[in-house]
């Protein structure tokens, strides 16, 4: 009897492990329902979706990393390849033609590499079924054969398999292209025109110079120089200057208050407030938006983006209560805000005495630049974009944006659209010497030059808008551009 008993717990026993066996190892089977490559042309870009357009897969399971998953086969790779006899520009989406509510899960994630170099990436937390999502944008394509990789796993660290189970989805890759650049593109939905050439950046400009064009870290941008009369944009109940397209099409803008200001009109009604760029100012340290330790023996640790600067408290306050609490976030792109920390003289630790890149660029060469060197100062929400340190994607105009805009070091300019008639704060470090750490700002004069960090001078915040925005207005003080909603 005892016999009996026991040969019944084994096999209970092994019923047992065979259903937790079941269990375990019935996550995972993935295809695409066209094994064979589909390849078409759009817009000019020759187009091939290695295995077909459609990703379909059924009782996905769990892995502790993409790389573990492709090795294994437990993550879906999808191979795209493009080339174009023009310059273009590719779009890739995936449209979610079925996404059950167990897998809407942060675990269930996204990444696409261009080459070897990662793009975006993302879950289908917050993604619905019939939803179209972005996962490529504005990548530019030449003759030469580019190769990107789609990758969709469930990340084992976090996933929550009593939900995620012997779930299926469909997704459909498709793409769509544009023979212009991003910014391209905006400046014509905004019925705006750019001026060949570039314009002289030894003389500050007090007309109407119009528009130019210069590269940033995107691609080309186009930005408003002088005394320019149709920039104007009202957004979320405040006014604002356009001060650029950048090179992903999205609208770079510098708050201008409640009100439509001409330019060279003297106001205080044109900052959100005065205040200190940062209060303590005795180390290199402090010329940064965030900031390393004081007193440390290492650039990496002195300009390390750990400590909020009390101007960037501020600006992430105002962006908080004014645009992100009132529900204007959704208009609102992320973007880069360069804070150039990179050294033309000296070394940028402790109270060591030094230049930074500014001066050698702009006060000596008169050459102001939209890129920004060193990714850390590369200040953005996004890792992919920038080095992700930014809470809201919310900043302040740089010293090369003004130079741009038609300003210049020690000459007055009391006729461009930034002249507000006070001192306010750019993003710019210039120095540290005399035992103070010094910034670029504006002077109540329109001049630019710079000043220790713990002066009191005003905060104009930087935003930028998304480029698939419809507008109304023609950018003027009485018709400025509004958001279509």
């Not at 007193?295 to 960037?312: R, W």
């Not at 919310?394 to 002249?419: C, M, P, Q």
Request: charged share 15%.
């Amino acid at each position: 009897m005892e016999k009996h008993k026991i040969v019944g717990m084994i096999i209970g026993i092994l019923a047992f492990v065979a259903l937790v066996a079941g269990l375990t190892y019935a996550w995972f089977t993935w295809q695409s329902t066209n094994n064979t490559n589909v390849s078409f042309t759009v817009g000019g870009v020759d187009v091939t979706f290695d295995a077909g357009s459609d990703i379909t897969s059924s009782k996905l399971r769990p892995v502790s990393s993409k790389e573990v998953g492709v090795t294994k086969g437990y993550a879906i790779e999808k191979v795209i390849t493009a080339s174009s006899t023009m310059t273009s520009y590719l779009n890739l989406y995936l449209t979610l033609e079925n996404l059950p509510d167990g897998l809407k899960e942060e675990s269930f994630v996204w990444e696409i590499y261009k080459g070897n170099n990662l793009i975006t990436k993302g879950n289908f937390k917050n993604n619905n079924q019939n939803d179209k999502l972005t996962i490529a944008s504005n990548q530019k394509i030449t003759s030469i054969t580019t190769t990107f990789k789609l990758y969709i796993w469930i990340d084992g660290n976090q996933a929550n398999p009593d939900t995620m189970q012997n779930q299926t989805f469909k997704f459909v890759l498709n793409a769509d292209s544009s023979d212009q650049p991003p910014a391209d593109i905006t400046l014509n939905e905004l019925g705006l025109s750019a001026n060949d050439g570039t314009p002289d950046f030894n003389q500050v400009a007090t007309t109407d110079e119009g528009m130019y064009t210069a590269e940033d870290d995107l691609g080309p941008s186009y930005y408003f120089r002088g005394a320019v009369e149709n920039n104007y944009v009202k957004f979320a109940n405040y006014y604002w200057r356009i001060i650029r397209i950048n090179g992903d099409g999205t609208i770079r803008m510098i708050y201008d208050r409640t009100s439509a200001h001409a330019n060279g009109e003297s106001s205080t009604d044109r900052q959100v407030s005065t205040i200190a760029f940062n209060s303590s100012y005795n180390d290199n340290a402090y010329v940064g938006y965030m900031y390393g330790t004081p007193s440390s023996n290492t650039y990496a640790a002195t300009h390390a983006n750990i400590n909020d600067s009390t101007i960037k408290t501020a600006n992430d306050n105002w962006y908080k209560t004014n645009i992100a609490d009132r529900g204007y976030n959704k208009y609102v792109a992320d973007a880069i805000y360069c804070n150039d920390r990179s050294v033309s003289t000296g070394t940028g630790i402790g109270t060591v005495i030094t230049d930074y890149m500014l001066r050698n660029r702009i006060i000596q060469n008169k050459k102001p630049s939209f890129k920004c060197v060193q990714t850390s100062d590369r200040f953005a929400v996004s890792t992919i974009l920038g080095n992700g340190d930014l809470t809201y994607p919310v900043g302040l105009i740089s010293a090369d944006e003004l130079v741009f805009a038609g300003a210049r070091d020690g000459s007055t300019n009391n006729k461009f659209y930034l002249y507000s008639g006070n001192n306010y704060w750019q993003l710019t470090p210039t120095s540290f010497f005399a035992g103070c750490t010094r910034v670029s700002y504006i002077s109540s004069e329109g001049y630019f030059s710079s000043q220790c960090v713990s002066n009191y001078f005003g905060l104009r915040p930087v935003i930028s808008l998304k480029p698939d925005i419809s507008f109304s207005g023609n950018g003027t003080m009485s018709s400025p551009f509004e958001i279509v909603v």
